[in-house]
């Protein structure tokens, strides 16, 4: 091979390596960029019946106490009476507690802690039937069916768990969609974890064989 012949392999191997680079670039400008989930609003909790919350009056520990949200969605302190709380932020409650209290005290200053967690009852998930303790759940944001069955202890041994089913409020509408609670359970088939939704029912059905 002489030195022409040499030459010529030299300028088509740099040629082919130039071409490579474009075509590798342009795939690399034309790939479209995974675009980033959009971040969730995270709403305040609203307090509902059967939580607990604790009144801070600062200054005036007397009445400084943690009381219950009644069932029918109030509270009452020494110096206030069937106070709504149901439906309301830690704040909102706060705000009331203080415009109660201004008949006594001067300028009252309150800081309302909610400690037992419940939740109205438009923002709890229910399990009903042979789940191991059925029960209302207080939901949280991205909240599974695995959390669920975890809470409320799992099934017990007459549930028929692929023929459980979740029954949800759509457009105003309700309807019931299927889930395999023992796929998810035995086989650990994580595509039956469904994501949950405030005021589902899950419904646990009994095997009768």
């Known amino acids: 091979m002489n030195t022409q012949q040499l030459q010529s392999i030299k300028w088509l191997a740099a040629g082919a390596l130039a071409l490579a680079a474009l075509a590798l670039g342009g795939c690399a400008t034309s790939r479209p960029a ?16 059967g ?13 400084s106490m943690s009381v219950p949200v009644r069932p029918d969605g109030k509270i009452t302190t020494p110096l206030v009476e069937d106070l709504p709380a149901s439906g309301k932020t830690a704040t909102e409650l706060a705000r009331d507690i203080e415009k109660a209290l201004a008949k006594f005290i001067q300028q009252p200053v309150v800081t309302v802690v909610v400690t037992g967690f419940v939740g109205t009852y438009g923002e709890q998930i229910r399990v009903i039937g042979q789940a191991a303790k059925p029960q209302a759940l207080a939901y949280r944001r991205d909240m599974s069916l695995m959390d669920v069955l975890i809470a409320v202890g799992g099934v017990t041994e007459f549930a028929s768990g692929n023929s459980a089913s ?31 939704r405030p005021g589902d029912v899950l419904v646990i059905p009994e095997s009768f064989f």
Request: no cysteine; proline share 10%.
């Open 34 to 49: 995974v675009p980033a989930a959009a971040p969730m609003a995270t709403p305040d909790y609203l307090i509902g019946p």
């Open 51 to 63: 939580d607990s919350v604790n009144i801070i009056v600062w200054r005036n520990p007397e009445v």
């Open 166 to 196: 979740i029954i949800r409020t759509v457009d105003g509408r309700m309807q019931k969609f299927p889930v395999r609670l023992n796929d998810l359970i035995k086989s650990g088939d994580m595509s039956a974890n469904l994501q949950m």
